[in-house]
């Protein structure tokens, strides 16, 4: 079974500050690993996918994330955070064995202050 | 472009009545979509996943006689909330997916309260 777990409930950063929002996954052969935004009584919006290639993904507004193997983790990155991205965020993982289904961690609550 | 809608994105109705909530794939074809629920600040649970044509696939523990699926085209699936009772009051997120794409497009969700 995949599973994905993101340790951080919230995180805080002051703007202009580097922010990263960790998430590491768990599935049987190779995945396909996203990230997601969602704000306040919204659907989520997508931000970025590891697929293959490149380990260093970059996606939406500035935000990119690593795919590391060896570590088995996918962490979420901007170099300046803006207060405008206080959001909740979402790793979602989907194994490439079969099937579609994606599985999300818990979201982490970025709050970016000034 | 891929862009999902929901209908309604807010509804109140009273126990024992049933719930219609559409959703719509406005600029692609989705030939799998996905019925998620969510609870406040948690997660988002998989209730289902309904290819266009055939009946749903509902996850464990999700009763499919409550929670009715229609995905009759491309473009649109219905989740029906039979005899809702105050404990089905959640916010309901459908997502998309297409044959070219890894990714899953999101409705902006229904946000249900049952009285």
């Known amino acids: 079974a995949q599973s994905v777990a993101q340790p951080e409930d919230q995180v805080n950063v002051a703007e202009g500050n580097p922010l990263t929002v960790k998430c590491t996954y768990s599935v049987s052969g190779n995945p396909y690993l996203f990230w997601y935004v969602q704000y306040p009584n919204r659907g989520l919006q997508f931000l970025l996918k590891?697929?293959?290639?490149?380990?260093l993904v970059k996606g939406s507004y500035g935000f990119e994330a690593e795919f590391n193997k060896s570590q088995t983790s996918f962490h979420l990155k901007k170099p300046s955070a803006l207060v405008s991205d206080s959001a909740l965020y979402f790793c979602a993982v989907r194994d490439t064995g079969g099937g579609n289904k994606l599985t999300f961690g818990t979201g982490t609550q970025l709050k970016v202050e000034l | 472009g891929a862009v999902v809608s929901q209908h309604p994105s807010r509804v109140i109705c009273k126990s024992g009545t049933s719930v219609k909530i559409e959703c719509r794939s406005l600029d692609f074809q989705a030939t799998t979509m996905f019925w998620y629920r969510q609870f406040p600040k948690q997660s988002l649970m998989l209730m289902a996943t309904?290819?266009?044509?055939?009946?749903?696939?509902?996850e464990q523990g999700v009763e499919k006689d409550k929670f009715l699926i229609n995905h009759a085209s491309l473009t649109l699936s219905t989740l029906t909330v039979t005899s809702a009772h105050p404990e089905d009051s959640s916010f309901y997120i459908c997502s998309a997916g297409t044959s070219g794409a890894y990714e899953q497009y999101f409705g902006p969700g229904t946000r249900l309260t049952v009285t």
């Open positions: 590891y697929i293959t290639g490149d380990n």
């Open positions: 309904s290819n266009e044509g055939s009946k749903a696939t509902y």
